[in-house]
């Protein structure tokens, strides 16, 4: 009883937590004022997806809402590494090519190890 007990107050702090970030929009982080001029000027040649755009498609894939969003070039190669509360109180980070939207890194924390974060498979 006391382990049940347990586990439902876990579920509903983190069903909670859930409802009071899904009001709070994503943060878009550019670590320095370059960051974000080289994210804009990638945006405005077309070099790159809008945010929006790769923001709908994840929350869609991954059943969740987007907490942080970083920027980043890595080899030349564009990246929206984004933080995401799942729908189940999960939180996943997703690293996706900011050209195309593809997802290429999945992180999250379970008990037995980093664990593919997409529920559908």
Partial sequence: ????????????????LALLLLGASPVLRADDHGSHELARQALEQGRVLPLRTVLEKVERDYQGQ?????FEQDD????????LL????RMVKLKV??????VLE????????????????
């Fill in 1 to 16: 009883m006391v382990i049940c007990t347990a586990h439902f107050l876990r579920r509903l702090a983190l069903t909670c």
């Fill in 66 to 70: 987007a907490l942080k969003v970083e």
């Fill in 76 to 83: 030349g190669r564009f990246l929206y590494k984004i933080r």
């Fill in 86 to 89: 799942q729908s189940d109180g």
């Fill in 97 to 102: 090519d900011a050209v195309d939207g593809k």
């Fill in 106 to 121: 999945i992180k999250r924390k379970e008990r037995g190890g980093d664990k593919d974060a997409h529920p559908r498979r």
